[in-house]
């Protein structure tokens, strides 16, 4: 198979392709790609379209949930939903695809590893790169099925536009509403050691208790995490309008059982 334009053959590699995409993606020219990659420009031109082939794997046999009825890992996907509600986005470098990017710390690297494994779990055919920032790192992924399974892309920032799940994704949110959990709260969450003085018969008395936040200034992921929490019968308040905290130690027990401190 030929490329219109060009005169060698199509037999580069899928990482080759998403590489350009990737390079694409963060502003490169596609004479500056090619030269990196030592194929034609107009290759690059050529995919950076839409114009590829699947994979082969992917051609033999559908794997989008969404689209071809694919079986979903229930408990990963609701996981990598809270993770994307906390510090992912989409982006759609072409009209034909799009990546999916979750932000993680470098202190947490057992986190990386659990939403790498999410996002390999939720489209097993598809690549996990990572891309390092200052302090962390954003693990990222090509497929226009990313759009299929979180539908809550939009322009802007989450906070400026409705963030409202799906019935599909309201279904499994209900199943494993403790996965959905841990991925908000290792997105934007954290577990930390409270503490507060009490008088006592011998004076002031430091008591020091764990405590759960989860903080983010959209309004619809608030009350997403606030119905979880609800649906496992874990007490919480609205300290500030944009923060939900767990400190009853009861319900600090529960929630331990689902998300616990990073690592």
């Known amino acids: 198979m030929s490329v219109p334009g060009c005169t060698l053959p199509l037999v580069h590699t899928e990482t080759s392709v998403d590489t350009a995409l990737e390079l694409a993606a963060a502003g490169l020219h596609a004479t500056e ?7 034609p420009k107009s290759t690059v031109q050529y995919w950076c379209r839409g114009g590829r082939r699947q994979p082969r794997a992917q051609r033999a046999s559908g794997r989008c949930p969404g689209c071809d009825g694919e079986p979903l890992e229930r ?3 609701a996981y990598l939903l809270g993770s994307y509600l906390g510090d992912g986005h989409i982006t759609t470098p072409t009209p034909n695809s799009a990546v999916l990017a979750i932000y993680c710390s470098d202190d947490w690297p057992g ?10 779990a939720a489209l097993p055919q598809c690549r996990v790169t990572r891309a390092a920032r200052t302090g962390s790192h ?3 992924s090509h497929s226009k099925h990313w759009l ?4 809550q892309h939009g322009p802007g920032t989450k906070h400026t536009r409705s963030i409202v799940l799906e019935p599909w994704q309201q279904t499994v949110v209900d199943e494993h509403p403790g996965p959905l959990l841990r991925g908000l709260f290792h997105s934007d969450g954290c577990r930390i050691l409270n503490w507060t003085q009490k008088r006592t018969e011998n004076g002031l008395v430091r008591y020091e208790y764990p405590r759960y936040m989860f903080s983010n200034k959209s309004e619809d992921i608030l009350a ?10 874990i007490a919480h308040r609205r300290p500030r309008p944009d923060l939900v905290s767990v400190a009853r130690r009861a319900a600090v027990a529960r929630l331990d059982e689902f998300v616990g401190p990073k690592y």
């Open 138 to 140: 954003a693990l990222r």
């Open 148 to 151: 299929c399974l979180f539908p």
């Open 75 to 77: 408990a990963r996907y």
């Open 111 to 120: 986190v990386s590893a659990e939403v790498e494994h999410a996002i390999r």
């Open 224 to 233: 997403i995490c606030e119905a979880a929490l609800d649906r496992l019968d």
């Open 33 to 39: 790609i090619g030269r990196r990659l030592g194929i």
